[in-house]
């Protein structure tokens, strides 16, 4: 048995990697939205917060009752609690990543839980 997964992803508008790399502890989907789309629904979630990476492009997030500004680059945190719809903007398409774990889960991060063994 092998200690890794690999697939590659391209041309879709929507990938969750949960089941094609069996992923235990995270859920992460590769999102497009074309330009002037979104998804089309508001939701919050029961326990998982939420990351979304800015890959490509720009648009908005309403986030409660607030709307922001998104780019290429951007990192956004959002609790499970908070009401969240993520959208393209008018005159270009918008490739993010979406990460979802159970919030306050992490006991150690990189420094803590990485071992060098050479």
Known sequence: MKNFNKISVTGTERVELHDKINLTGAEI??????AGTGVPF???????????VILEGKGYMTLDDEK????ANDYIRVSPSAKRQISASSD???????IQV????????????GVVLQ
Do not use: F
């Open 92 to 98: 270009t398409p918008i490739k993010y990543l979406c």
């Open 29 to 34: 989907s590769v999102n497009v939205l074309p």
């Open 42 to 52: 508001v939701h919050t979630h029961k326990q998982n917060e939420e990351i979304y």
């Open 68 to 71: 922001i500004e998104i780019e």
């Open 102 to 113: 159970k919030e306050n889960s992490l006991e150690n991060y990189t420094a803590t839980d």
